[in-house]
């Protein structure tokens, strides 16, 4: 069953399918589920392995699911006596087998690693492959037969640019470093999916001949401007190695952006505040839950110590933490994914505002619902943005 269970594991993995998994963690008999016994829970609702009979399978199967939109594990008891939750990531059912017995199972999501796409065999891709690997990323190197480095560990190797056939989800980023090989043949492959992040490594005059190539070959001017150039953060790099690490340290930054926080600097009487606004994914009655005062006491004693090391301004300041609130800026594109549903007023770039209540995102679409009509625009034509409540 062991054996079973890891293979499911780590072909889902391969595959880059989110999925959570289900441990008995404890089990008082007569039931059929035993300390040990695994299973994955995967997006449809399916599951594979054995966690016991029909009486715990359901439920296992609804968290299961929970777990994966949330992204936080649990522990679920099943007994038979009716408790209370003991506190956050433990969750009481009622057994409602005939037979009794009780069963506590640790519920899991397992999401796919950040996928790092080098093309090319340029110093700063090797170097980009190597620091990859070290921090546990996921790596495909798509290079030209010749060109290939037998020397260089990485999880994949395609002797070719074409992507079509790769598993690119989310968390996906594509580095182009051919460095005046292949430039074009890499880029148009990058450009033709739908990756958020595409970086080029090369002066922004050839950056800007390369786009305008691509234009003439149907890339749209709406893809090729979200093309990153240049690529990584502005660190002063001037070696291959130091390119690499600016690249990965924006990529990092892109991924470990915690859209569940806001902050912002503010001066009342005569004093600076430094502000965090934590806003809930917990949903109750169709309106998102406030965070509650305990949580926002345990995150002031987590993040304190790490602003004492990188202090966010200059000077004396005070940190405050406290729940976002109804009203809230949105700053990123998946804080609105987290706010649809509710009212947003937006400012855009030609200094248009809008009152309306926000019904979908996709992608850096945005969709919104006004008097009965819908209609669409694009994040990037968003100045400013927040929610609003309408007394």
Known sequence: MTEVFFRDYLKLSKKRVPFATAVVVKHDIPISGKSGDKAIILNDGSLLGWIGGGCTNPIVIEEGLSVLNSGKSKLIVIDPENKSDNGPGEKHFQMTCHS??????????????????????????????????????????????????????????????????????????????????????????????????????????????????LSENGVSPDRLGKMVNPAGLDLKARTPSEIALSILAEIVQLFRDDNTLDNQVVSESEETIYRISILSHEVEDGKRKGVSLDACVELTHLISPLLDVNPPVSGEYRLEVGSAGIERNLNSISQFSMSIGEKVSLLLKDKTKIKAKLINVEDSKIFLEKDGEESSLDYGEIAKAKTYFEW
């Open 100 to 213: 009794g017995g009780s069963l506590s199972v640790y519920v899991e999501p397992v999401f796919p690693r950040p996928l790092i796409v080098v093309m090319g065999n340029s110093p700063v891709a090797i170097s980009l492959l190597k620091m990859s690997s070290e921090l546990g990323y996921e790596t495909l190197w798509t290079v030209t037969p010749e060109k290939e480095n037998e020397t260089l560990e990485v999880d994949r190797i395609q002797k070719t640019f074409d992507l079509k056939n790769i598993n690119l989800s989310s968390p996906c980023f594509i580095i182009v470093c051919t460095q005046g090989e292949n430039d074009w043949e890499a880029l148009e492959s990058a450009m033709k999916t739908s990756v958020n992040y595409v970086a080029f490594v090369g002066s922004r005059r050839k950056t800007e001949t390369l786009k305008k190539e």
